[in-house]
């Protein structure tokens, strides 16, 4: 296992790296080119699927967002009104209420998923986040609090592999 911290972001960025496998194969005894890896309960190496645990397919940044409540139930509040406010830009994309309603909706989700929502695993919890903060400054492009959160959940994806999520 390997953790990564950064100054300044340590705690999330441990949170968000979670477990990556390493290759704990001599560097000349080949085994690295062949896809083995050593088999702790064995004791000898055992091929791996061209798909490992830590390389699993993530959800999209929709999917995390839509599981979000379905594993912490108390998030079905925000996702109400985050759902109303969406309805209601919709209704009328350019009044001016009804996009800082949704930017605040989006927002107040966002910071909920992020930091008070115990339940959530790291893959779901910062993808949701920051394709809600990414909805937030698709309607106001200007808004300081959303832009920061969507800065520091990217800042730490790109230390990662796989770089940012995009969808």
Known sequence: MRVRTAIGMGSLLVVLAGCQSVNTAPANSGSASRGNTPDAFAGTNVATSPAAPSEEKKPTLSQALAEAPMDDPSLKPLVQKYAQAEAALKAHPNDANAKKAYVNAAYNYAHTIEYVS???????????ALLLYRKAL??????????REK????????????????E
């Open 118 to 128: 115990d339940k959530l695993e790291p893959v779901i919890k910062y993808r949701a």
């Open 138 to 147: 698709a309607v106001d492009p200007n808004n300081a609090p959303c832009e």
């Open 151 to 166: 800065d520091q959940i990217e800042a730490i994806y790109r230390t990662m592999p796989g770089g940012v999520p995009q």
